[in-house]
């Protein structure tokens, strides 16, 4: 499956990948299903994916830890550590993949505008070499079908 268009991906600077997608959901709903692990279980991942491990500590200082499991078994797992948050406007935090190098910082931002949601994530990356390898991973796919979960999630969670 590849990105449907409903996710818009830029590359405004070397460092940067920018991720925007409307959501048909209020924007308190949205920052929550990104934020509390009952829900993030829900939807977190691509197409045929799921979260094995799932732990939250929504805080100034605190992070989070997901291990996400494959349809044939495999695992990907990513750390992270909250920098600022602003519920249910904004957040920003490091993060990282086990088995990719290097940290980088994500700042997300949530505009509602009539009961619709935008998300605007902006991963800077340390290197202009490490953006354009995560690139090459397919990231914009996998980014894509989860926000298309998100999306179908945040439909049922509504009605």
């Not at 290097?102 to 700042?107: A, D, H, L, R």
């Amino acid at each position: 499956m590849r990105n449907t268009g409903t996710l818009q991906v830029t590359t405004p600077s070397d460092r940067e990948i920018v991720l925007t997608r409307v959501f048909n959901a209020p924007r308190r709903m949205v920052f929550e299903a990104f934020s509390k692990p009952e829900l993030l279980r829900q939807w977190f991942g691509p197409h045929g994916w799921s979260l094995s491990v799932c732990e939250v500590d929504l805080r100034l200082g605190g992070g989070f830890r997901f291990v996400m499991k494959g349809p044939q078994g495999e695992e990907m797992g990513m750390r992270g550590s909250y920098k600022e948050i602003a519920p249910p406007e904004r957040s920003i935090h490091m993060e990282s993949f086990d088995d990719f190098p290097g940290e980088s910082q994500v700042t997300t931002v949530f505009v509602e505008k009539d009961g619709k949601t935008t998300m605007t994530a902006t991963v800077l990356y340390e290197s202009k070499e490490v953006r354009d390898a995560v690139i090459q991973t397919g990231m914009e796919r996998g980014a894509a079908e989860t926000y298309d979960r998100l999306a179908e999630f945040l439909l049922t969670t509504a009605a």
